[in-house]
């Protein structure tokens, strides 16, 4: 039974990374490195706080905003799968909520002890790309393809997704983080998940061929 649960677990943790690590478009040791309390639960899905990464050395951060993926994408909605894993490891109640103070000390994404207990300690960056590639050799794919797969693949896989489901390139930067200037600092109030509507439209499309 503790190796049913811990495989359970880790299914659902590693969907949600994937997922995340995907539609969110971060580095991996953002991903890695992402507290639970940076996440926010709002109506239509969920925004991600990247708080500080290479690129943003003074910590401006910048929000990525998540909407619900269709019910035909369910499976790999970066929403539904990060709730189903939060809910498994008893740690959705540290969501960030409005007014109250992020700690940042609850990790997203933990490893798993053989009894079964999500670790407190966060995952590494190292994990993230491991993670990738097995689950490229999991889908069927050939280890030529396996070996050029890294952490990055999720985040330059969602640069091209965009690109080609239409998304203009200034918001495709904006969402991983390499704008500059005046919209580099800017932080947005009003979800915006017009980008993610038509990835999740490509998906579909994609998906129904």
Request: hydrophobic letters at 40%.
């Amino acid at each position: 039974m503790l190796e049913q649960r811990r495989d359970h677990l880790a299914a659902l943790r590693d969907r949600c990374l994937l997922s995340l690590g995907f539609f969110a478009g971060p580095r991996r040791e953002e991903l890695a490195g992402l507290p639970v309390d940076h996440v926010q639960p709002v109506q239509q899905g969920l925004r991600l706080l990247i708080a500080r990464s290479k690129a943003d050395q003074t910590g401006r951060g910048r929000h990525v905003d998540l909407p619900e993926a269709p019910a035909e994408l369910a499976a790999i909605c970066p929403v539904r799968t990060t709730v189903a894993w939060l809910d498994a490891a008893g740690r959705r109640e540290h969501l960030h909520r409005p007014g109250r103070r992020r700690t940042g000390t609850i990790p997203m994404l933990s490893g798993i002890s053989v009894g079964a207990r999500v670790r407190a300690t966060a995952l590494s960056d190292r994990y993230v790309a491991e993670t990738v590639k097995q689950a490229a050799r999991d889908a069927g794919q050939p280890p030529e393809v396996v070996d050029t797969l890294a952490g990055h693949s999720l985040r330059a896989g969602l640069a091209t997704a965009l690109e080609a489901a239409g998304v203009p390139q200034t918001v495709i930067a904006r969402i991983l983080g390499h704008a500059t200037g005046t919209t580099g600092r800017y932080i947005r109030h009003a979800f915006d998940g017009a980008a993610h509507h038509a990835l999740y439209a490509y998906a579909a499309r994609i998906m129904a061929e």
